[in-house]
């Protein structure tokens, strides 16, 4: 009992050794269900697939692919956070705006993208521009709801007080809007950003001859699980790396609010 209240309060004091800890055991089950229970054929170890990452990057054109997929999924989350946050300004801050506007938001939203890709296609052709639209449509909807609720939630008496203090619009949106809405704005912008690289994956995996997801495509029709997982690995990579580069920039615009 007193080895188990120690490694508990260990874990407790250390949050990223239990996620380190369950990082190893999904390792070691996926180790020993490749192993033993799962044809080859459709699943390998992670001994395997990390070991090979060097033949994956080497695969030819695969390199290329991941600059064309960086590149849509950059221009796409850069336009759904500008299209995004100009929207769900213009929503959040107007109430007529607010009851016009956001159930055909949430109509839009409810609607499976992937239903549309062959609009894109047909009208942007099946290259870049399609799926970096496509990415968008994936992307915006977050960051529109985030802000409307961010700006939704601020106090009624911030902005009455601004306003008897002679504040401007634009003195409002920056020193009153703007910063009370960075929480709800950067947890937008995250579920934005995994919804461009969503978006764009989607497009390419479909109708594309180039980037990530064409390989996706090219190596599960190729039975080939291990420079399938190992590509998987690197894009899982990739989505945790920007995650993480927003949390820093969250942090680093948030520093004013403390350890709230």
């Known amino acids: 009992m007193k080895s188990r209240s120690t490694i508990k309060g260990l874990m407790k004091r250390h949050p990223r050794l239990s996620q380190l800890v369950i990082v ?12 033993f229970f799962v044809d080859k054929m459709f699943l390998s170890p992670p001994s395997r697939v ?13 390199t290329q692919a991941l600059t064309l997929t960086l590149y849509e999924v950059s221009v796409a989350f850069v336009m759904a956070v500008a299209i995004g946050m100009i929207v769900g300004l213009s929503v959040g801050l107007n109430d ?33 521009p399609s799926k970096i639209a496509f990415g968008v449509t994936h992307g915006i909807f977050p960051i529109i709801l985030a802000i409307v609720a961010g700006v939704q939630g601020l106090k009624p008496v911030l ?15 920056r020193y ?4 009370h ?15 461009v690289l969503l978006g764009v994956l989607l497009a390419e995996l479909y109708v594309s001859t180039a980037g990530i997801g064409y390989f996706t495509g090219l190596f599960t029709q190729n039975f080939d699980p291990t420079r399938l997982l190992g590509l998987i690995s690197i ?3 990739l989505a945790i790396a920007l ?4 949390r820093m920039v969250e942090r680093r615009f948030s520093r004013w609010r403390g350890n709230d």
């Open 243 to 246: 995650n993480e580069f927003m």
């Open 235 to 237: 894009l899982a990579a």
């Open 181 to 195: 809405m960075l929480p709800s704005f950067f947890s937008g912008m995250r579920l934005g950003m995994t919804g």
């Open 24 to 35: 190893a055991l999904c390792l070691v089950m996926w180790e020993v269900a490749a192993r």
């Open 96 to 128: 007529f705006a607010r009851r016009c506007f956001m159930p055909i938001i949430l109509l839009l939203y409810g609607i499976p993208q992937i239903v549309i890709l062959p609009l894109f296609i047909l009208g942007l052709g099946i290259g870049p």
């Open 159 to 173: 902005l009455i007080s601004a306003r008897s203090m002679g504040a401007s619009r634009w003195h409002i949106l």
């Open 176 to 179: 009153v809007v703007l910063p």
């Open 50 to 62: 990390y070991g090979e990452i060097g033949r994956v990057l080497g695969t030819k054109g695969l």
